[in-house]
C-alpha cells in the first residue's frame, strides 16, 4: 500500500534562512509526488509535481522540491525563507490506482 | 474557471440530524475526491469518482456516510445521522490529469 511520512510536524526557520521540508514516500511502481500549501481556514493549494525527468522541480512562491528515487524522498525546499511562507504543508503520492494520499502535515514558522 | 465550489461553507447542526455537503467539480475534471481534515487523524481519503462512478469507498468510516454523484458537475456527501466526532473540515477535490484541486471546504461542527 502507499504511503506518505512526513517526519516533522513543525518547523522552525528564521526569515531569509533556508529552509527543508521533509518527505519520505512508499509506493509501487513510478511515483506522481506533490506538495500543497494550505493558509488557516483555506483549502489546500497546489505547489509542485514530480511525474517524470529532472529531479529537480520548481513551483509557485519559489519553492522547489528534490526527488530522490533511492532515498524515497520528495524533500521541499525554499533558499530564503518569508513570513509570508508560514503555514501547513502536505507531501502526496499518487500511483497508478489515481488515489492520492496525504501526509500528515507540517507545520512550518517563519520567524520574523 | 471558478475552482471547486463547495457548500455550504460553514455548518453547525445537532446531533442526529441529516448533514448534506455539495460539491461542483472544476468544469472537465473526470476524477472527484472527497477528504476529511482532523486535528487528530489529518487528511483522510474518504471515496473517490472516475467518471460518475465510486471507485473507491474504504476511506468511508461508516454507514451513515454516503457520496453520490448523480452526474459531472454535481456531487454530494451525506451523514445521516450526524455525530459529534463527526466535526471536522470536508473537502471536495477533482481533478483531469495528475494534479488535484481543492475547494475552499466545508466546515462542520455536530453538537
Known amino acids: 500500500a502507499q504511503s506518505v511520512a512526513q517526519p516533522e510536524d513543525q518547523v522552525n526557520v528564521a526569515e531569509g534562512n533556508p529552509l527543508t521540508v521533509k518527505c519520505t514516500y512508499s509506493?509501487?511502481?513510478?511515483?506522481?509526488l506533490f506538495w500543497y500549501v494550505q493558509y488557516p481556514n483555506r483549502g489546500l493549494q497546489f505547489l509542485l509535481k514530480y511525474i517524470t525527468g529532472d529531479n529537480l522541480v520548481k513551483g509557485s512562491y519559489g519553492f522547489e522540491a528534490e526527488f530522490n528515487k533511492s532515498q524515497t524522498s520528495f524533500h521541499l525546499k525554499k533558499p530564503s525563507a518569508l513570513v509570508s511562507d508560514s503555514a501547513l504543508y502536505f507531501c502526496?503520492?499518487?500511483?497508478?490506482?489515481?488515489?492520492?494520499?496525504f501526509g500528515k502535515g507540517t507545520r512550518l514558522h517563519i520567524l520574523p | 474557471d471558478a475552482g471547486v465550489i463547495q457548500s455550504p461553507r460553514h455548518e453547525v447542526t445537532e446531533m442526529g440530524q441529516e448533514v448534506t455537503l455539495r460539491c461542483k467539480p472544476i468544469s472537465g475534471h473526470d476524477y472527484l475526491f472527497w477528504y476529511r481534515q482532523t486535528m487528530m487523524r489529518g487528511l483522510e481519503l474518504l471515496i473517490y469518482?472516475?467518471?460518475?462512478?465510486?471507485?473507491?469507498d474504504s476511506g468511508m468510516p461508516e454507514d451513515r456516510f454516503s457520496a453520490k454523484m448523480p452526474n459531472a458537475s454535481f456531487s454530494t456527501l451525506k451523514i445521516q445521522p450526524s455525530e459529534p466526532r463527526d466535526s471536522a473540515v470536508y473537502f471536495c477535490?477533482?481533478?483531469?490529469?495528475?494534479?488535484?484541486?481543492f475547494g475552499e471546504g466545508s466546515w462542520l461542527t455536530v453538537v
Open positions: 502526496a503520492v499518487r500511483n497508478r490506482d489515481d488515489k492520492i494520499i
Open positions: 469518482f472516475n467518471n460518475n462512478v465510486p471507485i473507491d
Open positions: 509506493v509501487s511502481g513510478n511515483p506522481y
Open positions: 477535490a477533482s481533478s483531469f490529469g495528475n494534479t488535484i484541486y
